[in-house]
């Protein structure tokens, strides 16, 4: 069984998942110049998220099936998900 992942990588893979995000997006809200903090780069070299490129050159971030994996086992779902299970009572 894998090791379970720090909190700050679990609350970044929740955020990446919790709605589209622009690899400029993650860059903005994540930065850090601690190199004890280097959430994206370790998230990249697990393979928990991958960047997209798109037709017009935007780069979309999102999370690989080893990152979905580490949310489940963290049993944390985005939170969209969280509110229309809380909205229809099937859920926390």
Same mark, same amino acid.
């Given at each position: 069984?894998?090791?379970?992942?720090?909190?700050?990588?679990?609350?970044?893979?929740?955020?990446?998942?919790?709605?589209?995000?622009? =690899?400029?997006?993650?860059?903005?809200?994540? #930065?850090?110049?601690?190199? %004890?903090?280097? @959430?994206?780069?370790? *998230? +990249?070299? $697990?393979?928990?998220?991958?960047?997209?490129?798109?037709?017009?050159?935007?780069? =979309?971030?999102?999370?690989?099936?080893?990152? #979905?994996?580490?949310?489940? %086992?963290?049993? @944390?779902?985005?939170? *969209? +998900?969280? $509110?229309?299970?809380?909205?229809?009572?099937?859920?926390?």
């Amino acid at each position: 069984m894998p090791a379970p992942h720090s909190l700050i990588m679990i609350q970044f893979l929740q955020w990446i998942a919790d709605r589209p995000r622009s =690899r400029e997006d993650v860059m903005d809200a994540w #930065r850090s110049s601690c190199p %004890r903090f280097p @959430v994206w780069e370790d *998230a +990249r070299a $697990d393979g928990l998220i991958r960047q997209c490129g798109g037709e017009r050159g935007e780069h =979309r971030v999102e999370l690989t099936e080893r990152g #979905r994996a580490a949310l489940r %086992r963290a049993d @944390v779902r985005p939170r *969209a +998900r969280r $509110d229309q299970a809380a909205a229809s009572g099937s859920g926390p």
